[in-house]
């Protein structure tokens, strides 16, 4: 940069050069707004996403299962965190970041959406689900925006505990009765075409694509990940014993990728505009969380404020 280089001029040899953009940087206001919007999606989905799960953990089948959920919740909490904490360092608030999922103007991962019906959706959900995340997100690692790169790093070995998770449960089922095998199958197949979803629309609707790759945001387009993801799950269901129900889903030679159906792309608007199966019940209890939390707010804010007034008084003692 020479005395002479503009703000802009600064950022675009930084994204350029492959380097990182840092919260104390000059950024275009689009490119500030384009990663609040989907930084704080990503946390509200994290949170959001401990419900499903949360669900099984009073009726996991043994006290090893129990603590291994557990701990996965946990951690899906914990990544919420790290990802608000990235958002507002874009400059937005964590308050008016939570009531915007809140009054139902944010997002949070249409996958969410779906209820966890039998214990082997809890496998499904930690093999597809987080598989399908970590596809999406070890691309992110690189995100021109360094504290969500950054972020983006322990999410992904987090991750990877919560993906062998979920391999292991449906391993464990898949070899276990013809019941158990029968109820493994169905759950794999109830999220198979949700999580192909979670990466987002056909690339010809995905509006926010083109300018988010240039800016480095995303390395990958939508479909590009999902394709990486289909082929990635294939073989995995293959060493399972288990199989998709998708009958267009074919190793093509030629383009040496799988081929795989036509999703329902009516079902994922409908789902991301608010009427998926459980879009009221997740958002009610989130709700009642939020409202339920408000006297450790209060008691964390009281708390602060006399922090606060210690340390003035000592500083002007
Ligand atoms: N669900 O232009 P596009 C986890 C929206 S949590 C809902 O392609 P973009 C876990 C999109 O926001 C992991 N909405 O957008 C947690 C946009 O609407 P707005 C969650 C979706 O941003 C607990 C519109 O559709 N992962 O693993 O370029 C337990 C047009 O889309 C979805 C992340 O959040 C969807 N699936 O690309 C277990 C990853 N897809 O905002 C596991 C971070 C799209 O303009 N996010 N929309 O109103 C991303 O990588 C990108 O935001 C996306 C979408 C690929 C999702």
Known sequence: MTATTTPDQAFNELIDNDARIESTDWMPEKYRKTLTRQISQHAHSEIIGMQPEANWISRAPSLKRKA???????????????LYSAAESLGTDRATLVQQLLDGTAKYSSIFNYPARTWADIGAIGWLVDGAAIVNQVPLCRCSYGPYGRAMVRVCKEESFH????????HSLANGTAAQKQMAHEAINRFYGPA????????????????????????????????????TIVPQ?????????????????????????????????SVIKGHGPCNTQRMEHRRQAHADG????????????????????????
């Open 294 to 317: 408000a006297w450790v707010r209060d008691a964390a804010a009281a708390y602060a404020e006399r922090s606060n007034a210690v340390e003035t008084a000592l500083i002007s003692a």
């Open 237 to 269: 269901a293959e060493a399972l014993g288990l199989s998709f129900d998708d009958p267009d889903l074919v190793w093509n030679e030629e383009r040496g990728h799988y081929d795989y159906g036509e999703l329902d792309w009516d079902e994922f608007m």
């Open 163 to 170: 993906q062998r998770q979920g391999w292991e449960i449906l």
């Open 196 to 231: 192909l979803q979670m990466f987002g629309p056909p690339d010809g609707d995905s509006p926010n694509s083109e300018q988010s790759m240039a800016w480095k945001i995303k390395r990958f387009s939508n479909d590009e990940l999902r394709q990486r993801f289909v082929d």
């Open 68 to 82: 291994i959920l557990m701990a996965k919740v946990q951690d899906e909490a914990g990544h919420g965190l790290y």
